[in-house]
């Protein structure tokens, strides 16, 4: 589950026009594999900018994979190539003075110190400043980037799971209540997806079966009653995750060359899909 956002990039491109998500809701079926992936919103999201396709990547991930997961930060740098170039010389970026590195995945506990990353990279406001090779080796000065806030590590609350006993719980599709951790200071809405991967309570893994439907919540006041779309071609009974994504992004040009800039956090619900409720 750790690739989500890359997830959110695929899909979301399909829908994109001039790095606006579509004004029309989309619906993509690909009959050869039977997948099934839904742009419910209609209203233009910051977040398309993820998908701006002749821009370098730079920016950070952070994942939490259930509600009792510990958290796991992954900076990205470059995702198409690894390897960011600029005029032939490669570059470095920092995001305020902390040095992104590609394909490391920082876990608290570990030798670095996590909580310097997320107290520096979460919830504030965040420079990003490049630096090519030959600057690091005479020491010379700085390019700097762009500036903005980046918001907190989101967090999902409801439905509450405090225990492992509890971690899928049983939920009932219609006016389905998350609520999560509200960022007053986030303007840019949070992305919401439901993945259903083909396994139901009396069934297995069906390879043929995978269902994506996402959404864009607006308003980042800590509740919504999701889109009942969101459920749709999802049966009964269906072991499904809805993943709660938030964070900002710019695209910026340092040195003729074209750059998304990014931070973003995601949390993962997995739970029971329940859709018939039988009653005595």
């Known amino acids: 589950m750790k690739y989500l956002l890359y997830i959110f990039i695929i899909v979301i491109l399909i829908s994109c026009d001039d790095n606006e998500v579509s004004q029309k809701e989309t ?7 039977k997948v099934i992936e ?4 209609t209203t233009p999201s910051k ?3 993820y998908f701006f396709s002749d821009a370098e990547m730079a920016g950070y991930s952070t994942l939490k994979e259930h509600s009792l997961a510990e958290r796991v930060l992954v900076p990205v740098v470059n995702e198409k190539s690894g390897d960011l170039k600029s005029a032939g010389s490669s570059v470095t970026f920092l995001a305020n003075g902390l040095e992104l590195k590609n394909s490391k995945n920082l876990k608290s506990g570990k030798v670095i110190d996590v909580d310097n990353y997320y107290k520096n990279w979460y919830g504030t406001d965040v420079t990003f400043v490049l630096k090519s090779g030959q600057q690091l080796k005479s020491g010379g000065g700085e390019v700097t980037g762009i500036s903005m806030y980046i918001p907190d590590l989101v967090e999902i ?3 509450a799971i405090e225990t ?9 599709y219609d006016n389905f209540r998350l609520a999560w951790n509200a960022d007053e200071k986030n303007e840019n809405g949070l992305v919401v997806m439901v ?6 309570l009396s069934q297995s893994d069906d390879s043929n079966q995978y269902v994506r439907n996402i959404d864009v919540i607006e308003v980042d006041n800590g509740e ?5 779309r969101l459920f749709e071609n999802i049966p009964d009974k269906a072991l499904a995750y809805i993943t709660l994504l938030r964070g900002n992004i710019e695209i910026a040009e340092i040195d003729g060359a074209a750059y998304r800039l990014f931070g973003e956090s995601h949390a993962v619900l997995p739970f029971i899909l329940i859709r018939n409720i039988k009653t005595n």
């Open 164 to 172: 492992e006993e509890e971690l899928y719980p049983y939920c009932f």
């Open 195 to 200: 993945e259903w991967l083909g396994t139901t």
């Open 38 to 41: 839904r742009i419910i919103t």
């Open 27 to 33: 619906k993509i079926e690909a009959f050869e594999n």
């Open 157 to 159: 609350t409801a439905p």
């Open 47 to 49: 977040y398309s900018n």
């Open 224 to 228: 919504a009653i999701l889109d009942n």
